[in-house]
């Protein structure tokens, strides 16, 4: 199984804050890499897939970037909309899709 | 704009079948392009892929729940179906259904969850 780490757990910030988030896969999986927000009470919400490659509607704010087995999530200037979990998710395996334990951005 | 959407009951028994449905709107489900997939999420905590289906019926399913579980589609009603058997506690859950890619195997869109309480 390709085990996804995320860190930190969680972390505080402030509106306008640069905020980086860091995913680590067990092996190497290219650029198969995935990052969902999920807000509380609602599904998780595609960010980014490829490692890169921003989603429609996505502000620009957020970027993704690594390949192998380091990643990182980052906001450029935090929105107050922005607090919310964010999630890993590694799809080199077709046979077992795995998701990283998650980051709790707050205020 | 595709659309999906959860439904079954909210309360199973121990040792039964946790069954549920999900309907896709806005597309076509027999699109060559995608898997359908279910994740669950226990309470307050992280994402687990319970497995996803292809359009012909060809299945895969994560090994640690593969003994117990069962996904089926129906092209016909655009539906996708999950059964969990012989459940316990530990499934108590919300239950997402999504889509995937077939090529790069990202969940896009999801439905909005339903929550599976398995008790007595």
């Known amino acids: 199984d390709i085990q996804m780490t995320q860190s930190p757990p969680s972390l505080y910030a402030s509106v306008g804050d640069r905020v980086t988030i860091t995913c680590r896969a067990s092996?190497?999986?290219?650029?198969?890499l995935n990052w969902y927000q999920q807000k509380p009470g609602m599904a998780p919400r595609l960010l980014i897939s490829?490692?890169?490659s921003l989603q429609s509607g996505v502000p620009s704010r957020f970027s993704g970037s690594g390949s192998g087995t380091d990643f990182t999530l980052t906001i450029s200037s935090l929105q107050p909309e922005d607090f919310a979990t964010y999630y890993c998710q590694q799809s080199y395996s077709t046979l077992l899709l795995t998701f990283g334990g998650g980051t709790k951005v707050e205020i | 704009q595709v659309q999906l959407q959860e439904s079954g009951p909210g309360l199973v028994k121990p040792s039964q079948t946790l069954s549920l449905t999900c309907t896709v709107s806005g597309g076509s489900i027999s699109s060559g392009a995608y898997y359908w997939s279910w994740i669950r999420q226990h309470p307050g905590k992280g994402l687990e892929w319970i497995g996803y289906?292809?359009?012909?019926?060809?299945?895969y399913y994560n090994p640690s729940l593969k003994s117990r579980v069962i996904m089926s589609i129906d092209t016909s009603k655009t539906q996708f179906s999950l059964k969990l058997r012989s459940v316990t506690a530990a499934d108590t859950a919300i239950y997402y259904c999504a889509r995937t890619s077939v090529w790069s195997r990202e969940f896009d869109p999801w439905g909005q969850g339903a929550l599976v309480i398995v008790s007595s």
């Open positions: 490829a490692a890169s």
């Open positions: 092996e190497s999986i290219s650029s198969y």
């Open positions: 289906i292809y359009s012909s019926g060809s299945t």
